[in-house]
């Protein structure tokens, strides 16, 4: 069975600062998706970012990169120059690749990123 | 194009009685899954649903809850006599079904279940 763990439960970041928040995960499948979704206090699930593993180059949304590693199965990401709006839970997430297993989402138990005026 | 729409936000019950919670997703998708957030924790996986078929409910408790997803109308997730632990943040989610898109999923704001 697949497994996802962020072994950050919270992390700060001076505004404006460069942040990492760290995401590994285990699995058999050689193809998969992973997600980054970002939960503010509002509680709403927001896709901040994905990744397909077959692709080789990390994904990058505006302020948001991913540093995905297929050999040793991690997948962070980074958020530059962070602003208030920022802080959040962020969860990793796993996804299997089509036909190769279920299509539920497996979830990390998250990181919450406190951002500092 | 409305997100997907989950109603209601807040629900409370006393211990026996039934919760229902509805979800419509985003126009288009035809792919349903519903997760539970207990608190400070992350998100589980409960039960992926297609039109009129449940598709894997391997995280759905054997009794008690129910889902289902017609052929008209909203995914309603169902759970009968409600105990304390059932407390939580209930997030459906909605998927498109073109292929390269399946993957990803767009979820509500979920419904806040809260059992006195």
């Known amino acids: 069975a697949q497994t996802v763990t962020q072994s950050q439960p919270e992390m700060s970041v001076q505004e404006a600062e460069t942040v990492t928040l760290s995401c590994t995960y285990d699995?058999?499948?050689?193809?998969?998706?992973l997600f980054w979704y970002k939960q503010p206090p509002s509680r709403q699930m927001i896709l901040v970012i994905r990744?397909?593993?077959?692709?080789?180059q990390n994904a990058t949304e505006n302020r948001f990169s991913v540093n995905f590693q297929k050999a040793a199965k991690s997948f962070s990401l980074k958020i530059s120059d962070s602003q208030l709006g920022d802080a959040a839970m962020y969860f990793c997430?796993?996804?299997?690749?089509?036909?190769?297993?279920?299509?539920?989402?497996?979830f990390g138990t998250g990181t919450r990123l406190k951002v500092l005026a | 194009n409305a997100g997907v729409m989950q109603n209601p936000r807040h629900l409370v019950r006393r211990r026996g009685q039934e919760a229902r919670l509805r979800c419509s997703p985003m126009?288009?998708?035809?792919?349903v899954y519903w997760y539970r957030q207990l608190p400070e924790e992350g998100l589980k996986f409960m039960v992926y649903?297609?039109?009129?078929?449940?598709?894997?409910e391997s995280g759905m408790p054997k009794e008690r809850f129910s889902a289902e997803f017609p052929k008209e109308g909203p995914s309603i997730l169902r759970i009968q006599q409600v105990v304390r632990g059932d407390s939580a943040a209930y997030f459906c989610?909605?998927?498109?079904?073109?292929?390269?898109?399946?993957?990803?999923?767009?979820f509500g704001p979920g419904t806040r279940l809260l059992v006195l």
């Open positions: 989610a909605s998927s498109p079904t073109r292929e390269g898109q399946l993957e990803t999923q767009y």
């Open positions: 699995t058999s499948e050689s193809d998969y998706y």
């Open positions: 990744q397909e593993a077959y692709k080789q």
């Open positions: 997430a796993y996804r299997s690749a089509l036909g190769s297993g279920t299509y539920k989402y497996i």
């Open positions: 126009k288009g998708h035809s792919h």
């Open positions: 649903l297609q039109k009129e078929n449940i598709i894997d």
